[in-house]
């Protein structure tokens, strides 16, 4: 099931508003050698590879096929963008793609054995939850 996309308004005073973004990113390692490592960052890009210097989403080596940097995930305003970084390749839903508009659940493959899901967790939604806390 996808998760709404949606931006919570909070007016400061009547000259300002800040929009929030309520949706996280969130990646998790479903089959490879890193099988249930997970990343989630609230950041604008999200570098994935096995290089510990240039990747956020840091992999361990044992896929030698996935590059250093492999692919980043770009937020959009409200939409998630995969762009591929590696001459090796990302597939996207069984499609190779050099770049690709990311929907909840949607499955990433680099390398020869890694697949990564791509989730989004609704914050706001969490927050709201009392067993969240």
Not at 2 to 31: C, G, K, T, W, Y
């Amino acid at each position: 099931m996808a998760l709404p996309i949606r931006n919570q308004l909070i007016f400061a005073n009547s000259d300002v508003i800040s929009i929030i973004m309520s949706l996280r990113p969130v990646l998790i390692v479903e089959e490879g050698p890193d099988k249930g490592k997970n990343y989630s960052s609230d950041s604008v890009q999200i570098k994935v590879g096995r290089g510990k210097a240039a990747a956020d989403f840091v992999l361990s080596g044992v896929d030698t096929s996935v590059s250093r940097v492999h692919f980043a995930v770009i937020r959009r305003g409200d939409t998630f963008v995969l762009t591929n970084l590696s001459a090796n390749g990302t597939t996207v839903n069984g499609v190779k793609t050099p770049q690709a508009l990311l929907n909840d659940n949607d499955l990433i493959k680099i390398g020869l054995l890694t697949v990564i899901r791509f989730r989004l967790e609704d914050i706001a939604a969490m927050e709201a939850n009392p067993s969240y806390r």
